[in-house]
Nanobody, 115 residues
Framework: QVQLVESGGGLVQPGGSLRLSCAAS????????MGWYRQVPGKERELVAS???????KYADFVKGRFTVSRDNAKNTVALEMNGLEPEDTADYYC?????????WGQGTQVTVSS
């Protein structure tokens, strides 16, 4: 079992920045992928960014170079630095951990971009 605890969401004005963090604990395999999805009520959850334990990253097209995903393998943490936030980025953001056997999810953290 893997437990994920997120932090860092909140309210920010358009053009602002936020940093989301997620810490994993439990039985952690050395080879895994961590990252972030987001979901708006009434819509499907969509991938924002991911990073493998080897450091390979993947981003959704809508990120447009505004977001950066990073991780610390020694601490089992993943972060999402979000810059140039737009109202369309308003959503619940979920950290995930995939050890190629099972996917684990955090509880979600709300990000609201509004003036």
């Amino acid at each position: 079992q893997v437990q994920l605890v997120e932090s860092g969401g909140g309210l920010v004005q358009p053009g602002g920045s936020l940093r989301l963090s997620c810490a994993a604990s439990g039985i952690i395999f050395s080879v895994n992928t961590m990252g972030w999805y987001r979901q708006v009520p009434g819509k499907e959850r969509e991938l924002v960014a991911s990073i493998t334990s080897g450091g390979s990253t993947k981003y959704a097209d809508f990120v447009k170079g505004r977001f950066t995903v990073s991780r610390d393998n020694a601490k089992n943490t993943v972060a999402l630095e979000m810059n140039g936030l737009e109202p369309e980025d308003t959503a619940d953001y979920y950290c995930y951990h995939h050890n190629y056997v099972r996917m684990y999810w955090g509880q979600g953290t709300q990000v609201t971009v509004s003036s």
